[in-house]
């Protein structure tokens, strides 16, 4: 008789759930700050469907405390706090993302091209400097006093002085990437330009980026509340939290609620936002990751 072997068996996989609970032991700064952010993102896309109108006026119940009818209070006009609070969410944190993405982008695009190519990067260069030597709440609100204020303006007011932040942070990457001996090897070997670029450089940049792009994004929102507060913002009628913050200002020994409750959100938006940038940097610098 031939004696049967037991092969051993590879352990059994772990669950989606158990998955889950292992990511968030292992990285409590990015499941809290991803957390907080993703419910604020639920409640202000769901907004037109809980809050109510945030622009209708109610002058006989204006200045109303925090209660059951009125959640957050009223303000000066009997405009229901709570509703412009969760529409001011809307505009805020687009704002913030919309700055992030096409400041990354843009500033990804001439990081690639001014750390390759020596004339690009002669001109660029100089060009961000120039930007960099301006103080960023000075140049938005040069920008937005040329025209009248709008979102768009206001985005592309916060985008400009962002943009070379992130070029100085590519362009960095670039010239130390393109030193390394796969990349002279596939420069002996004939690859062309742009596929080296996409191939061997660009997946370099993802993690800086990642982490470069929640930054932005935190700053942007700030900036556009300062904006608002300084009303070279978004325009009064919109309700977003610097707006709210800089209505509420003129009343707040009589109505704190409509300042402290929009600048709240407005805090734990930027924290959660940190915390989510912080832990991506720890997880995604190696030496960082290697010392935790």
């Known amino acids: 008789m031939v004696a049967e072997v037991s092969l051993p068996q590879a352990p059994a996989k772990p669950g989606m759930g158990l998955r889950l609970l292992q990511m968030v032991v292992h990285n409590p700064t990015i499941s809290i700050g991803a957390a907080i952010l993703l419910v604020l993102i639920a409640l202000a896309a769901a907004a037109p469907l809980y809050a109510g109108d945030p622009l209708s006026m109610q002058p006989r119940v204006r200045f109303r405390p925090p209660s059951e009818a009125y959640t957050f209070g009223t303000d000066n006009l009997?405009?229901?706090?709570?509703?412009?609070?969760?529409?001011?969410?809307?505009?805020?944190?687009?704002?913030?993302?919309?700055?992030?993405?096409?400041?990354?982008?843009?500033?990804?695009?001439?990081?690639?091209?001014?750390?390759?190519?020596?004339?690009?990067?002669?001109?660029?260069?100089?060009?961000?400097?120039?930007?960099?030597?301006?103080?960023?709440?000075?140049?938005?609100?040069?920008?937005?006093?040329?025209?009248?204020?709008?979102?768009?303006?206001?985005?592309?007011?916060?985008?400009?002085?962002?943009?070379?932040?992130?070029?100085?942070?590519?362009?960095?990457?670039?010239?130390?990437?393109?030193?390394?001996?796969?990349?002279?090897?596939?420069?002996?070997?004939?690859?062309?330009?742009?596929?080296?670029?996409?191939?061997?450089?660009?997946?370099?940049?993802?993690?800086p980026l990642i982490v470069t792009a929640t930054y932005i994004c935190a700053a942007a929102i700030l900036t556009e509340a300062g904006l608002s507060f300084l009303g070279a913002g978004i325009p009064p009628e919109l309700p977003s939290w610097g707006n709210l913050i800089a209505s509420g200002r003129t009343f707040f020994q009589r109505a704190p609620w409509i300042t402290l409750i929009p600048g709240g959100f407005l805090a734990l938006t930027v924290l959660a936002v940190n915390l989510l940038g912080d832990g991506l940097r720890d997880r995604l610098d190696p030496r960082v990751a290697r010392r935790l």
């Open 78 to 207: 009997g405009r229901d706090i709570f509703a412009r609070t969760m529409w001011g969410a809307r505009i805020s944190l687009l704002v913030g993302f919309l700055v992030a993405f096409f400041a990354t982008t843009i500033g990804l695009t001439l990081g690639l091209l001014c750390g390759w190519y020596r004339w690009v990067d002669a001109i660029v260069m100089r060009i961000m400097d120039g930007i960099m030597a301006i103080p960023a709440i000075l140049l938005a609100i040069a920008l937005i006093a040329l025209v009248q204020a709008s979102l768009f303006l206001v985005v592309v007011a916060i985008l400009i002085p962002e943009i070379p932040r992130v070029v100085r942070l590519v362009r960095a990457i670039v010239l130390s990437v393109r030193e390394q001996p796969y990349v002279e090897a596939a420069i002996a070997g004939g690859t062309k330009t742009p596929k080296l670029l996409l191939r061997h450089v660009l997946p370099n940049t993802f993690g």
